[in-house]
């Protein structure tokens, strides 16, 4: 089965930061990558899908690449609604597994 | 607008079981692959099970194989996920989502508010 090790586990930044989170996976997954954002008491939010293609309605702030088994969403001037917990998964082969999150505090 | 609310959870003892169910709607649910992703209070995500628009393609996550059974109805609109034998392990919040294509292996673009499952002595 695939891992996803994904890193920092929590990030302090402020406002207006430009934020960097790492996911990589043990076995090649292609582009078949994706990120969420989760806020306390809500469901989890896709963000990015296909490991940088934005979804819709999702701001241009955020962004994703991939370099090899490894990936990173950055998001650009961090915005006071950015804080929340946010996830990887692969969705190249079951089972879908997800990284370990990271908190941007 | 895409809906999935989810219902069934509940207070259950271990070695139990309980049946999940999803009504999804705002979308042609045969066009989409359907999962279930569970989230221990206060922890990170773990996908559960999922299965192709079709049905004929299902997966399991090795914590749960043997154990829970996936199904979905495309006549209704609705997704399944039979649970047995459950552990304390199990205790989740469990997500119905949409998936983002067809294939099983497919992102979760949309969920449900979650069902809270509680297995206890």
């Known amino acids: 089965d695939i891992q996803m090790t994904q890193s920092p586990s929590s990030v302090s930044a402020s406002v207006g930061d430009r934020v960097t989170i790492t996911c990589r996976a043990t076995?090649?997954?292609?582009?078949?990558l994706a990120w969420y954002q989760q806020k306390p008491g809500e469901a989890p939010k896709l963000l990015i899908y296909?490991?940088?293609n934005l979804q819709s309605g999702v701001p241009s702030r955020f962004s994703g690449s991939r370099s090899g088994t490894e990936f990173t969403l950055t998001i650009s001037n961090l915005q006071p609604e950015d804080f929340a917990v946010y996830f990887c998964?692969?969705?190249?082969?079951?089972?879908?597994?997800f990284g370990g999150g990271t908190k941007v505090e | 607008e895409v809906q999935l609310v989810e219902s069934g959870g509940g207070f259950v003892q271990p070695g139990g079981s309980l049946r999940l169910s999803c009504a999804a709607s705002?979308?042609?649910?045969?066009?989409?692959?359907m999962h279930w992703v569970r989230q221990l209070p206060g922890r990170g995500l773990e996908w559960v099970s999922g299965?192709?628009?079709?049905?004929?393609?299902?997966g399991y996550a090795d914590s749960v194989k043997g154990r829970f059974v996936i199904s979905r109805d495309n006549s209704k609109s609705s997704l399944s996920l039979e649970m047995n034998s459950l552990t304390t392990a199990d205790t989740a919040i469990y997500y119905c989502?949409?998936?983002?294509?067809?294939?099983?292996?497919?992102?979760?673009?949309?969920w449900g508010q979650g069902a809270l499952v509680i297995v206890s002595s």
């Open positions: 989502t949409k998936g983002k294509y067809q294939l099983l292996e497919s992102p979760s673009e949309y």
């Open positions: 705002g979308f042609n649910f045969e066009d989409s692959a």
């Open positions: 299965l192709k628009w079709s049905g004929e393609k299902v």
């Open positions: 076995q090649n997954v292609a582009q078949w």
């Open positions: 296909g490991a940088s």
């Open positions: 998964q692969q969705a190249h082969s079951v089972p879908l597994a």
